[in-house]
């Protein structure tokens, strides 16, 4: 059974870079038909999809993010990783990897736990 | 990339039907019959109930179903059960393997 999981640090000073991993489990990351993605819900606030990265390392980002983003891959481990830069209070949020159907374009079941990330000084 | 729409808040009592609705446009909802929804209870991940419009995954009650006219697409649940309150996404596939999710939906179950 595949199963994500979030690390990385739950507190963040303003200005800094947020870095979290998901590492994959019972299923390698190298798959044709998924993607790899972030996606956050910051307290009491809806859904916000980050970004996305294929097995070969294609990008794709949240325009609205895209200019503090970056996603990378390392199959060797089968983890991907999220990088924000210059994080604000506005960047507080829980923070989810999932496994994305790209036929489907739909998350079936294949998501990490979620991690609170706090951005405060 | 703005979000879907959708209403704040919904309500039903237990055995009524309720219907949620998603407002895209024409680069998003309108373009792709993918559209999802996800429920999601306090504390826990997202839950897929609906894909590619009106698509159930194993497991989910027939009683959710995924429709979509034009730029809105609508999650139904008929025979409102207490277990349904939850908030409740809608999420498009917007091209160039862009998704754009919707603001929520919280559904009190009267």
């Known amino acids: 059974q595949l199963q994500l999981q979030e690390s990385g640090p739950g507190l963040v000073k303003p200005s800094e870079t947020l870095s979290l991993t998901c590492t994959v489990s019972?299923?390698?990351?190298?798959?044709?038909?998924?993607?790899w993605g972030w996606i956050r819900q910051p307290p009491g606030k809806g859904l916000e999809w980050i970004g996305s990265i294929y097995y070969s390392g294609s990008t794709y980002y949240n325009s609205s993010l895209k200019s503090r983003v970056t996603i990378s891959v390392d199959t060797s481990k089968n983890q991907f990783s999220l990088k924000l830069t210059s994080v604000t209070a506005a960047d507080t949020a829980v923070y989810y990897c999932?496994?994305?159907?790209?036929?489907?374009?739909?998350?079936?079941?294949?998501w990490g736990q979620g991690t609170l990330v706090t951005v405060s000084s | 990339q703005s979000a879907l729409t959708q209403p704040a808040s919904v309500s039903g009592s237990p055995g009524q039907s309720i219907t949620v609705s998603c407002t895209g446009t024409t680069s998003d909802v309108g373009s792709y019959n993918l559209v999802s929804w996800y429920q999601q209870h306090p504390g826990k991940a997202p839950k897929l109930m609906i894909y590619?419009?009106?698509k159930r995954p194993s497991g989910v009650s027939n009683r959710f179903s995924g429709s979509k006219s034009g730029n809105t697409a609508s999650l139904t649940i008929s025979g409102l059960q207490a277990e349904d309150e939850a908030d409740y996404y809608c999420?498009?596939?917007?091209?160039?393997?862009?998704?754009?999710f919707g603001g929520g939906t919280k559904l009190t179950v009267l």
């Open positions: 590619e419009d009106s």
């Open positions: 999932a496994m994305i159907d790209t036929i489907t374009w739909s998350i079936f079941d294949y």
């Open positions: 999420c498009s596939y917007a091209g160039s393997s862009i998704l754009m």
């Open positions: 019972g299923g390698s990351i190298r798959s044709s038909t998924y993607y």
